[in-house]
Each structure stands twice: as structure tokens, then as C-alpha cells.
């Protein structure tokens, strides 16, 4: 196991480096390839140590693997050591798994790009580093990972790199995430102070005594986690990174802020679960703004009319589902629905992917429509991705949205209220996915879904920047000569049918009362938690018909908002003018930021590079100086810019005599 | 092994001497090189040879000078210098390669100041002896005098060189005086015979009143060579006059040696005022690492964020040291490590971007370089994730080991501190995305990488790489003699650590304020990035 463990994060780097490397010197084809089998190769190591798990007794299933020392010194205990145990198989299967099919897909999809094996390189390199912050065995090596994703992510959204909008988003997703590390690594010293040791299981271990008598510093420092989960997860305050990720190539959205990357959050609260036991505040916390956010994100969603944005923002809101459920003690069902998520939303991504490139690169819903037709295979795997999103029995995210909120419900106590927010999430998420549905592939077909039905994939003229209009700059890639869509490729098709399967099925593995397939695979994680609920049969009924209900009647609204009646949105916008522009500004988050902190900072920048540095600096403290390089010039000028140099090397000689007299003396 | 640091010491001034007194175009520039690279060979070995068992000094050689003032030729190293001696001579072997392949009014004279500079650094590092390290520390003024003098732009390299020297002068000045004063204050309130080595005087300690005076003038002079917050008055015109391979070991090195002179004279000398001005000496640190984040993100010069993110990175060095602590000081030692690693090729690839921004180092002028010089930009990017200490790379050991440090004693400046953390990222990608991403500038011609420039680049790159896999090996090299450095003041400012190893119940501390004030601090940072990165320049119009 040890071996084929290590394996799962050396694939994905030699894959990095390999084509780092290899790029100038081979076929760009090959490292698309090439990158592809790294993560396969990860994920059949990943396959190999899951059954070895399985393979040992359920109290043994929690193994630390010790690979050198990294900074061990005066008493901090920093080594590469990685925790194998059912929750980092989960996610390494995950996501090795889904980055796999994201790979597939991105051969087809990329291919006509310029960065091409840039591309596979970054890929690769994201995926080892996601895969080394599940797998960390220590706080030292998860901050490492944690950075890396961030680090990644940056590279991929600014990855047309000649894009303005690209390379702001990139540096904002970087530097939010880094604020994210900040907390991760001041929470890590909090909770540090206190155990003595940077190890997973040693800190777990004795944290009821550990901190017996200061439980404040536990919540700070679990507080401090949360912010770290905050801002790679995209939850509020630290989410306005996430729509603006949309700027890089679809695949990545599909790989990184859907199914992988932002899901480190859930993955942390649930790995620290013994932490946030001890500190209710934190855990309720987290819980409520998991709660908001959902909420938030889905009005958002409902009036954004970017295609990607308005997936963007169902992730955000999904994700708020699940820190609710992992903060709130509902371990399993959250990471239940991480992975059903994963599989449905880089589904619904790639389906997204094939449409922008139908639509010659361009995302607004509002020129999109009627690619029912056209595009039926996408068609089809958007509407699978779209009923488990919007949670219709059967499909997957039914099961583990219904399994988070029975959780919360069973729990009681104050806890109903994210109960109640989360069945309206759920109302909000069906109407604005079936909303997109509605809108790309319904009604007439536009210029573009009818070139594609005359059997011709449209080409813009001259590709431009949607955001801002500027000429688009194809030396550094897309939009290339050429696109592609699902309908025409094998591997985009592979990729999505495999994907579009797990969305459907994947919700069986727990089923209320007849699986238990998840629970118990996850138990030996968390056998140690004290949260357990049982929920009655009542509850578990009533939830099932409920999600339901509220599922298919989103659906009902969607389909009369924007099939039936295709006036009645422009009629609701009207009618409620305040809160569409609410949401449509986002809430003012952004504006809010720029307030608050963005101009204060410039201001201090600008003071101190105008008044300070001028006046004070040169000034005050060197005034003497500034007047006496005035006066002193024109005899410097007079004996020519020599004088500064002899009069140096007087110095030097003079110094080299007095140094040499003083050897001679001793 | 024996090793004879005398060789190690002298050998890049005799090579550049004899550069400049034999014949020949290339004869200065080989000697030079050759006698950096053997001061590198010569580091190396004594980082594989040195016993990180042994307490106290390795490699000694102590002669008596003068012996009427008790000043001995005494050198020696030990966990505290081993890898900045490593540090110094690698540096410098790069630079003067880099300068190397480039044409140089007055050759010999450049490579003859470049190797005496070089001698005066690694003089500094390794000297035992108080008199012994000021002559060294102040000889180190002079080919720099003449570097920027002679060799920086002709029409405002005399307004920089006379900056430069009025502050260090003044610096050196009071250092001097104390360190006069506190040979022969020393040698009077004890009764012992006058003596200027390190050791002895460690034995002695002065009257708490007497350190206060002293260790304020020594700390001035450090303070100002670094340069640290207020008073950087000399830093951005010198910056901007000096060649950039004299600049990538000045910012490199010399600075360095300033952060050094605290942990090696004046935290075991004067520790009772050390503990006194604890509080300022983090005060300055942190405004250090405020203002010149600040700075770094406003100004367009590319040198000038450079050189406002060393004072930044210096203030986080200091807030180690200050710590008085282990962990502080193991985090500030191997940081002086880092950053001067990282700084210096930072320094190169600026140059090679000038050269294809034809000749401009405003970073408006720059941009979209990353396509025709893929290589560069690898390079390039890997230099700034650790310049921004990303985690992964050592800066952030060392970050993690200062902070850590600070946090245990003063956990309200740790947290400021992190302020410094997220900035850092916005000016370092900012300089990187405006050099190598957007549009191409109008004057930009990019082209990859030169092989001459590669053969400097890549072994720095390679090293920050090493060590960014290996942190272990400064970290466990020094711990023995870096602890003992600091254990004089760390006893006096109070009990032990009780934290780690042994978890001791502590009362409860009132943090929850703390903890409401950080995430508010966390959000504002964000915000900081929402942004972009603000800043006094505009966008050039399309």
C-alpha cells in the first residue's frame, strides 16, 4: 500500500515535469496523451490503494507514511509524511477519477489551442497538487498543497495570459486564496501552540486534553480554518474570485472550480472534524455561512446571464450545501455530495464547453438557443447533469442533498433553520438550472444552432474577448482555428457518457434505509466523532417527497418562466427592479471590497510614494544631504565626476595603510 | 578536515588584484571568476564537512593583531554564518559570471572592486573578533562606493553615492564608537585585561544601563545598511544608480550582513537590551514589512519593487531575530539564506527584461514577454512563487519558523505581521504578470534566454529548488550554534517556551478579539486582490 500510495502523487508530478520538459522537443499530440496517462496512472494506483484499505482491519485503516524529514527543528515536528485512511481515498479516487475523464475530454477540446502542452502541464500539475493536500499526513505538507492548488489555479485561469481579464482574475483568485493560507497557517499555529505537533493523528489524538481550559484558542484557531476553507471553496466573504476563474478554458473550469479544487474546504472541516467538534462556535459558524452562501449564490444564479457564470455560481451554492453538512456534523452526507457533485458538475461544464463552442467561443445566454436539435448529445448529458443538480429522483444529487438536510433536520435544535435554507437552495437551484437549459437548447434555434444543423461548425470572423470587446490575441491560444464540440469527438463523448453515468447511479451507494455503502466504507475516519443522529422514518419520507416536489416544481416554474411564456421574466424583473439589481450587481460584493479595502490601501500607497518618500525621506532625514549634493556639486563639477573617485580611493589606500602598519606592529 | 578560512577570506581580493595588475583583456575577468568560484568550492566543502553536532565555532584561526588593544585576526564559523558564507560566495560567483559576459568601461577595475567586495562580505561573516568585524563591515562601503560611483548612470550616480555614504557613515560611526565603547567598558567593569574578541567579551557582560546606549548604536548601523523603515532615505536612488550584478549582491548579501551582526553581536552581547527594546525593534520590523509592501505595490519601478519587497522580506528577518526565541531565529537565519537566494536572480531576469524592453525598467513599458521566451519565464515564475513565500518553497520555512516564533511570545505582531504575507503576492505577481503576461509592449522584442545568462540563472534556480525540497539541511546545520545565539537574551525575556514538545495547561488567553480582528484582516486582504492591484499607475491605453 505504502508504495502505490506515494505512486498516487508521483504520476501527476513526473506527468508535470515530463512535459514541462518534453514540450519544445515532441508532437504536441503526445503530451496530451502523456498527461492523460499520468493521472490514469494515478488513479489505478489510487484503485490499488483503496482495495489494500479495504484489505486490513477496519481499526487499522488509518496508516501514516513517513517520507523525510522536511524542516524538523527546536520542537516543530515538519516531515513528508502522508495519512492513507478512507476519507483521502475517497478523495483521491475522486479526484484522480474525474481528473482523468477532464484530461480525455481536454485532448479533443484543446486541440486546436496553442498552448497545448502548457496546458497538460499545468493540468498535471494541479492535479498533484490536490492530490498532496488529501493525501498530507501533517499540517506542514496540506498548507504545502493548499498553496499549490492555489498556485495552479492561478496558472490555468490566466491561462490566455494575453487576455487583461484573464490575468486580473488570475492574480484575484491567487491572492484570495493566499489570504486563505494566511488563515490555514495562523489557525495551524493556534492549534500548534497547544499540541505541540504538526501530525494529523498526534493533534487529533489529545485534543480534549490539549485544551482543557482554553477552548477559546480551539475556536480561534478552527475559526481561522475556516478561513482558509472559505477562500478555496468560494464561500462567503472570499467568493468573488470564483466567477471571475470562469475566464479559463472550460476544462478547467469543469476540473478546478467544480470538481476538485473548491470542494479543499468540505475536504478540510471533514479531516478536522476533532477539531471542530471541541469548538461548536467555529463549527456553527461555518455551518451558517455555508447556509448563506448557498442561499446568496442561488439568486445569483438565477439572473446571471453568462453561461459558465451561472454554473460558477451553482457551485458555489453547492458547496455551501456541503460545509453546511460537514460543519454542522453531517460528515458523510457532505463528502456523499461532494462526489456526487463532482460528477455531475464537470458534466455539466463539459456539456457547457461544447456549446461555447458551438457558439464560436461566446457565453452570454441571451444570443444562445435552440441547440435541442443541434447538439443532442449534449443535450442529453446537459439535462442528466441538470436533473441531479436540480436533485429529481433518481439521479445522484437527489440522494446526497436529501442525505445532508435529513442530518440537519434529525439534528433539532436551532439547526432547522438550515434545514428550511436548504430546501429553498434546493427550489432556487432547480429553477435556475432548467432556466439555462431552457434558454440554450429551447425555443428557435439561433443563426449558430442552425449552421450546426446544416452541418457546419460556426467560426467567428475575428475571435474577440467577450468581456471586453478587444481583439482577441490567438498567438497564446484560444479561440484557435478550430472547435470542438461533443457531438463530433470520441473522447469529449467518452468523457461525458462516463461522466453522465456516474451522475445517474452515483447516488445508489446510499440510499436512506436500503445503502449504506459510503457510511461504512468512511466509518473508520470518523468512528470517533460524537455527533450521531437517527432519523426518523418521518423525517426521512417527508425529506424524500419534499426534495422531490420542490425539484420538479422548480423544473414546472423554469419551464413556465422561459418556454411558455417567454415574456413573464422581463414582466418579474420589472416588478421586483430592486432585487434583480441586487443580484445582478452580485450583492455588491465587489464594490463592497473596494470600499472597504482596495481604496484605503492605494490611498496609503499613494501617500507614502507622494508625501511621505518626497517630503520625509528626502527631505527631513536627508535634507542636509539633499543641499549639501547641491552645493557640492558644482566643485564636483569643476574637478570633474574624478574627484568623487580619488577622493575614494584615498580611503581605501589609507585604509590599506593603517591595516598593514598594524600587521607589521603585531 | 582542516580549513583554512584565511584562503577561503582573502581569495577573491588577491584574485582581483592581480586582475588588475596582469596584462590582458580577459585575464581580470577569469582571475575574478576564479577566485569567487574557489571561495564557492571552499563554502561548499565546509557545508559538507561541518559538524552539526559540535557546539560553538568550527574552522578557527586566531592570531593576535594588535596585541596592545586586544585585537585578534580571529575567524571561525558556525551555524550562524555557515550558509551565509555559502550564501556570499555563491552569489557573488554568479554575479561576477554575469558580469562576466558583459562589456564594462574600465574592466579590471570593476572585477578588482567586485573581488575586494566580495573579501570585505565574507570578512564580515567571519570574523570573531568586534574590531575585526567593524573594519570589514565598513570596508564592505567602499567597491560599493566605487561600483555605483563609476559604473551607474552618469547623471544621477553622484546625488546616490553621496546618500549612500552619508548613512552608512553615520551608521559606521556609531558602530565604531560602540564598539570601542564596549571593549574598554567591558575590560573596566570587570577588571580584565582590554580585549576585542567576540568570546571574551560574551563572558562579560556590561551593566544593563551601558548595553542600552551601545546595542541602540549598533542596531543603527544595521538598521540603516539593510535598510529598514525610517531610514531607507539612501535605498531607492541607490537601487536605482547601481549596475544590476552589483545590486544582486548588495541586496543579496550586504543586507544580510546587517541582519547577521544582530545574531552574532548584538543578541549575545548586549541581551539585556535586547529584551529592553524588543517591543521597538518589532515595531520597526513590522513597519518595515508594511510600508515597503505598500511601497512595492505602487511604484511602476521594477527595482524599486524589488528593492521595497527586500526591505519587507528584511523586516520579516528582523522580526525573527527579535522573536527571542529558537524558532524566530532559526527562521531568521535560514530566511537571510533564501531571500538573498532569491533576490539575486530576481535581480538578473530584471536585467534580461530591460534588455527586451528596450532598456526600460518601468514595468509599463514591459509585457507579454512569457511566449517567444518560454524558459525565461519558467525561471522567472519559479524565482517569484518563493519571493512571495509560497509554500513549498524554503521562504516559507523560514516565514513559518519567524512567525511561528513570534506568535508563541507576541502573537499581535505575528498576526500584523501576516499582513505582509498576503501582500507579498500581490506585488510579486504584479511585477511578474506586467513583465510576462498582457500585451506585448510597444518596444518589447522578446527572445528566450542566452546561454551565458542560463549558465547564471539556472544553477540559482536550481539551488532555490534544492532547498525548497530539503529545508532540513540549513535548519539542522545550525541549530545548535543559532540557538545558542539568541539563549542569553531568549532566558532573560522570560521563562522557557512551554510550548511544544511538553503541552503545559496555560491560563486562557483572550483571543477571540484577536480572532474576530483577523478575519477582518483576512477579508481586507482579499479585497486587496478583488482589486487588482491598486496602485498610483494607470493602465497604458490600448
Redesign the interface.
Known amino acids: 500500500m505504502e508504495t502505490t500510495a506515494w505512486l498516487v502523487l508521483a504520476f501527476p508530478l513526473a506527468g508535470a515535469i515530463l512535459i ?1 520538459l518534453l ?2 522537443h515532441v508532437p504536441a499530440k503526445l503530451t496530451g496523451y502523456l498527461g492523460t496517462l499520468a493521472i490514469g496512472g494515478a488513479f489505478v494506483s489510487a484503485v490499488l490503494t483503496f482495495l489494500s484499505l479495504q484489505g486490513r482491519e477496519e481499526e487499522a485503516r488509518q496508516v501514516v507514511f513517513v517520507g ?9 515536528d ?1 516531515q513528508i509524511s502522508i495519512l492513507v485512511d478512507p476519507l483521502s481515498v475517497l478523495m483521491i479516487l475522486v479526484v484522480s477519477g474525474v481528473s482523468t475523464l477532464i484530461h480525455l475530454y481536454s485532448v479533443a477540446y484543446m486541440e486546436s489551442d496553442q498552448g497545448y502542452a ?1 496546458f497538460f502541464a499545468y493540468l498535471n500539475f494541479f492535479v498533484f497538487s490536490m492530490l498532496l493536500l488529501v493525501l498530507a499526513g501533517n499540517f ?1 505538507l496540506l ?2 498543497g ?3 492548488v492555489g ?1 495552479a489555479s ?1 496558472l490555468l485561469i ?1 491561462f490566455w ?2 487576455r ?1 481579464t484573464a ?2 482574475a ?3 483568485a ?3 486564496n ?2 486563505g ?3 490555514l ?2 489557525g495551524t ?2 492549534i ?5 505537533t504538526l501530525d494529523f493523528l498526534g493533534t487529533f489524538d ?1 485534543v480534549e ?2 485544551f ?6 480551539l ?2 484557531g478552527c ?2 480554518l475556516l ?1 482558509g476553507a472559505f ?1 478555496k471553496s468560494a464561500q462567503i ?2 467568493h ?2 470564483l466567477p471571475d476563474a470562469m475566464e479559463g478554458p472550460t476544462p478547467v473550469s469543469a476540473l478546478i472550480h467544480a470538481a476538485t479544487m473548491v470542494t479543499a474546504g468540505v475536504y478540510l472541516i471533514a479531516r478536522m472534524h476533532p477539531l471542530f467538534e471541541q469548538a461548536p462556535a467555529a463549527a456553527d459558524t461555518g455551518a451558517i455561512i455555508g447556509a448563506v452562501t448557498l442561499l446568496v449564490a442561488g439568486t445569483i444564479a438565477i439572473v446571471v446571464t453568462d453561461l459558465k457564470r451561472v454554473i460558477a455560481y451553482s457551485t458555489m451554492s453547492q458547496i455551501g450545501y456541503m460545509i453546511m453538512g460537514v460543519s454542522a456534523g453531517a460528515y458523510v452526507a457532505g463528502l456523499f455530495h461532494l462526489m456526487t457533485h463532482a460528477f455531475f458538475k464537470a458534466l455539466l461544464f463539459m456539456a457547457a464547453g461544447s456549446v461555447i463552442a458551438a457558439m464560436g467561443g461566446r457565453q452570454d445566454l441571451d444570443s444562445m438557443g435552440g441547440f435541442r436539435k443541434a447538439m443532442p448529445y449534449t443535450f442529453a448529458c446537459f439535462c442528466i447533469g441538470g436533473l441531479a443538480l436540480a436533485a429529481v429522483p433518481p439521479f445522484s444529487g437527489f440522494f446526497s442533498k436529501d442525505e445532508i438536510l435529513l442530518d440537519l433536520g434529525a439534528e433539532g435544535g436551532w439547526h432547522w433553520v438550515l434545514y428550511v435554507a436548504g430546501y429553498v437552495g434546493s427550489l432556487l437551484t432547480a429553477v435556475y438550472t432548467f432556466r439555462l437549459i431552457f434558454r440554450a437548447f429551447f425555443n428557435d434555434p439561433v443563426p449558430e444552432a442552425q449552421e450546426l444543423m446544416d452541418g457546419h461548425l460556426h467560426h467567428p470572423a475575428e475571435a474577440a474577448n467577450p468581456a471586453t470587446g ?1 481583439t482577441e ?1 490567438t ?2 491560444g484560444f479561440p484557435g482555428a478550430d472547435h470542438h464540440i461533443a457531438e463530433q469527438s470520441p473522447f469529449m463523448r467518452v468523457a461525458m457518457g462516463i461522466l453522465a453515468l456516474g451522475a445517474i447511479v452515483g447516488g445508489f451507494i446510499q440510499i436512506p434505509k436500503v445503502t449504506h455503502g459510503l457510511e461504512s466504507f468512511l466509518d473508520p475516519t470518523f468512528a470517533r466523532s460524537e455527533i450521531e443522529v437517527e432519523p426518523s422514518d418521518g423525517l426521512i419520507y417527508f425529506g424524500l417527497v419534499l426534495g422531490a416536489v420542490l425539484g420538479l416544481l422548480g423544473i414546472a416554474i423554469a419551464y413556465r418562466i422561459w418556454v411558455q411564456k417567454p415574456g413573464t421574466s422581463a414582466a418579474i424583473q420589472a416588478r421586483l427592479s430592486v432585487l434583480h439589481k441586487l443580484f445582478s450587481n452580485k450583492w455588491y460584493f ?1 464594490e ?3 470600499l ?4 484605503p ?2 490611498w ?3 501617500f ?3 508625501t511621505f ?1 518626497r517630503i ?3 527631505g527631513a ?2 535634507g ?3 543641499g ?2 547641491r552645493a ?2 558644482a566643485a ?1 563639477r569643476a574637478v570633474q ?1 574624478g574627484y ?2 580619488s577622493y ?2 584615498l ?2 589606500g589609507g ?1 590599506a595603510v593603517v ?1 598593514f602598519y ?2 607589521l ?2 | 578536515m582542516t580549513l583554512h578560512l584565511s584562503l577561503l577570506l582573502w581569495l577573491p581580493a588577491l584574485a582581483g588584484t592581480l586582475g588588475l595588475l596582469l596584462p590582458g583583456r580577459l585575464t581580470a575577468r577569469a582571475l575574478a571568476l576564479l577566485g569567487s568560484a574557489g571561495a564557492l568550492g571552499y563554502a561548499i566543502s565546509a557545508v559538507i564537512d561541518f559538524d552539526r553536532r559540535a557546539g560553538g565555532l568550527q574552522y578557527v584561526t586566531d ?5 596592545t588593544l586586544g ?1 585578534h ?1 580571529k575567524l571561525g564559523m558556525d551555524g550562524v554564518n555557515l550558509f551565509l558564507v555559502l550564501l556570499a560566495a555563491g552569489l557573488f560567483t554568479a554575479s561576477m559570471l554575469w558580469a562576466a559576459s558583459r562589456e564594462w568601461e574600465r574592466p579590471k577595475l570593476f572585477f578588482f572592486h567586485m573581488g ?1 567586495g566580495h573579501t570585505a562580505v565574507l570578512g564580515a561573516l567571519l570574523a570573531q573578533d568586534l574590531a575585526l568585524f567593524v ?1 570589514f563591515f565598513d ?1 564592505m562601503l ?1 567597491p560599493f ?2 561600483l555605483t ?2 559604473w551607474g548612470p ?1 547623471r544621477t550616480r ?2 546616490a ?3 549612500l555614504v ?2 552608512t557613515l553615520v551608521g559606521s560611526l556609531l558602530m565604531l564608537s560602540a564598539a570601542i565603547a564596549t571593549a574598554v567598558l567591558a575590560a573596566e567593569q570587570n577588571g580584565t585585561e582590554l580585549s576585542f574578541v567576540l568570546s571574551d567579551l560574551q563572558k562579560l557582560r556590561l551593566g544593563a544601563g551601558t548595553q542600552d546606549w551601545i546595542f541602540l548604536f549598533f542596531a543603527a548601523a544595521f538598521l540603516v545598511k539593510m535598510p529598514m523603515f ?5 535605498m ?1 536612488d541607490g537601487y536605482r544608480n547601481m549596475p544590476l550584478p552589483v545590486l544582486a549582491v548588495f541586496s543579496g548579501v550586504l543586507s544580510k550582513v546587517a541582519a547577521y551582526g544582530f545574531l552574532r553581536i548584538a543578541l549575545p552581547l548586549f541581551p539585556d537590551a535586547a529584551v529592553q527594546f524588543q517591543d521597538l525593534m518589532l515595531l520597526i520590523a513590522l513597519a518595515s514589512i508594511l ?1 515597503g509592501s ?2 512595492a ?3 511602476t519601478e521594477a527595482r524599486l519593487i524589488l528593492g521595497y519587497s527586500s526591505m519587507a522580506q528584511l523586516g520579516f528577518i528582523v522580526l525573527g531575530i527579535f522573536a527571542l526565541n ?2 524566530g531565529a ?1 527562521g531568521a537565519v535560514l530566511q537571510a539564506f533564501n531571500h538573498g537566494l532569491v533576490v539575486a536572480p530576481a535581480f538578473f531576469v530584471l536585467a534580461l527584461l530591460a534588455a527586451r524592453a528596450g532598456g526600460s525598467e518601468d514595468i509599463r513599458d514591459m509585457g ?1 514577454v ?2 517567444r521566451a ?1 524558459v525565461l519565464a ?1 525561471l522567472f515564475l519559479i524565482v517569484a ?1 518563493a519571493n ?1 513565500a ?3 518553497s524554503a521562504n ?2 523560514g516565514e ?2 519567524i ?2 516564533g513570534v ?2 511570545d507576541k502573537p499581535v505582531y ?2 500584523l505581521a ?1 499582513t505582509g ?2 501582500l507579498a ?2 506585488y510579486t ?2 511585477l511578474f ?1 506586467r513583465a ?5 509592449g510597444p518596444r518589447v522584442e522578446s527572445s528566450d534566454l542566452k546561454v551565458a545568462d542560463g549558465l547564471v540563472l539556472v544553477p540559482l534556480v536550481l539551488a532555490i529548488l534544492a532547498v525548497a525540497l ?3 539541511l540549513p ?2 546545520k545550525g ?1 545548535k550554534t543559532v ?1 545558542a545565539s539568541v539563549a542569553a537574551a531568549r532566558d532573560l525575556a522570560g521563562p522557557p517556551a512551554a ?5 503545559v ?8 478579539g ?2 474576530a480582528w ?2 477582518a484582516a ?15 499607475e494607470e ?1 497604458p491605453a ?1
Open positions: 514541462g514540450a519544445q523525510w524529514d522536511y524542516a524538523r527543528s527546536v520542537g516543530v515538519a502548457r506542514m498548507i504545502v493548499w498553496a499549490f498556485a492561478y490566466s495570459y494575453r487583461t490575468t486580473k488570475g492574480i484575484k491567487f491572492v484570495i493566499v489570504v493560507d494566511v488563515g497557517v495562523l499555529y493556534f500548534f501552540k497547544h499540541t505541540g489529545s486534553r490539549d482543557e481550559g482554553s477552548t477559546g484558542d475556536t480561534a475559526l481561522l478561513v477562500a466573504p472570499l468573488t474570485w478587444e490575441d498567438d497564446v465587489d463592497l471590497i473596494e472597504v479595502v482596495v481604496r490601501l492605494s496609503f500607497g499613494r507614502g510614494q507622494q518618500e520625509f525621506v528626502n532625514l536627508v542636509g544631504t539633499t549639501l549634493v557640492g556639486s564636483v565626476s568623487l573617485r575614494a580611493a580611503l581605501l585604509l591595516g598594524f600587521l606592529q603585531a | 592570531e593576535t593583531w594588535i596585541r585585537i585576526y575586494v573594519a570596508l567602499i562606493f566605487f560611483g563609476i552618469a553622484v546625488t553615492v553621496t546618500k552619508i548613512y525610517p531610514v531607507h532615505g539612501w531607492p510600508y505598500a511601497m505595490f505602487t511604484t529558537d524558532r532559526q507579454g512569457a511566449l518560454p519558467v512563487l512571495l509560497m509554500p513549498g516559507f520555512v513559518f519558523y512567525l511561528l506568535f508563541q505575528a498576526i501576516f504575507v498576503a503576492s500581490v505577481l504584479r504578470i510576462m503576461h498582457n500585451r506585448v530539503y529545508p532540513q535548519l539542522e541549530e540557538v510550548i511544544g514538545a511538553t503541552p495547561a496555560q491560563p486562557p488567553k483572550p483571543v477571540s484577536a480572532a483577523m478575519e483576512a477579508a481586507a486582504e482579499a479585497a486587496a486582490a478583488a482589486g487588482g492591484a491598486p496602485g498610483v493602465e490600448p
